[in-house]
């Protein structure tokens, strides 16, 4: 089955404490993206990929960062993680380009509380 | 950065009736996407537009890329329940003029809620 796995779904960690969320995908998928969802805001595009050892910043990249040593994977790295940064977090990939339709594919989110 | 207004907010409508919405913005884009998020998932892709004046259906669902490549319309026609959810537009940026960079930029959201 297509899909892209988020691990973990939900984490609640403290201030400072460094952590990943993981991003596969089993499609071949060129281009991979994360967002982060809050209320009112919609989602914001953090970081994204369009191939291995292609990365480039979105539009809310400070505080993350992001690898692509792989195709299937785009782990998400919270390096000191504050307050801020919770939030409902998406990782996203399709074939070559966000629009390219019939190959779009959301993973179902991780909800990150940072206290 | 770039910025998309999406209108209206929230819709609370009554099933069998048709919906519209919209995204602006003071910036151009070379494609434009519509997306469905149902509660505690992630979205899910519903349309793509690739030019400008495009317009492009799916089921009851109709999208328009604009004329002038900064604004772009939904349309749902004969609303049933399980059209409850929400939508958000997209915008792919040009990189320099031409091509697609890999940034897409999202709108607010619109909720929609259907009376049966």
């Known amino acids: 089955e297509a899909q892209v796995t988020q691990n973990p779904r939900y984490l609640i960690t403290v201030t400072g404490k460094k952590l990943t969320v993981t991003c596969s995908q089993n499609m071949n998928h060129e281009y991979m993206s994360w967002y982060r969802q809050d209320p009112g805001l919609g989602l914001r595009q953090i970081y994204y990929s369009m191939n291995v050892e292609v990365t480039d910043k979105g539009d809310v990249p400070e505080g993350y960062k992001v690898s692509r040593k792989e195709k299937r994977n785009f782990p998400l790295i919270l390096e000191s993680p504050s307050p801020n940064q919770t939030s409902l977090y998406f990782c996203?990939?399709?074939?070559?380009?966000?629009?390219?339709?019939?190959?779009?594919?959301f993973g179902q989110g991780t909800r990150l509380t940072v206290v | 950065g770039q910025q998309l207004n999406q209108s209206p907010q929230s819709m609370f409508i009554q099933e069998g009736e048709d919906v519209s919405m919209n995204c602006t913005s003071s910036?151009?884009?070379?494609?434009w996407l519509w997306y469905k998020q149902d509660p505690g998932e992630g979205p899910v892709l519903l349309i793509a537009?690739?030019?400008?004046?495009e317009l492009t259906s799916n089921g009851r669902l109709t999208a328009q890329f604009g004329i002038t490549r900064k604004d772009s319309f939904l349309n749902i026609s004969a609303s049933i329940p399980s059209d409850v959810g929400i939508y958000f537009c997209?915008?792919?940026?040009?990189?320099?003029?031409?091509?697609?960079?890999?940034?897409?930029?999202f709108g607010q959201g619109t909720t929609l809620q259907v009376k049966p």
């Open positions: 537009l690739y030019k400008a004046g």
């Open positions: 996203a990939s399709s074939l070559r380009t966000p629009g390219t339709f019939g190959g779009a594919f």
């Open positions: 910036s151009i884009f070379n494609t």
């Open positions: 997209a915008g792919q940026p040009p990189l320099h003029g031409s091509g697609n960079t890999g940034k897409l930029i």
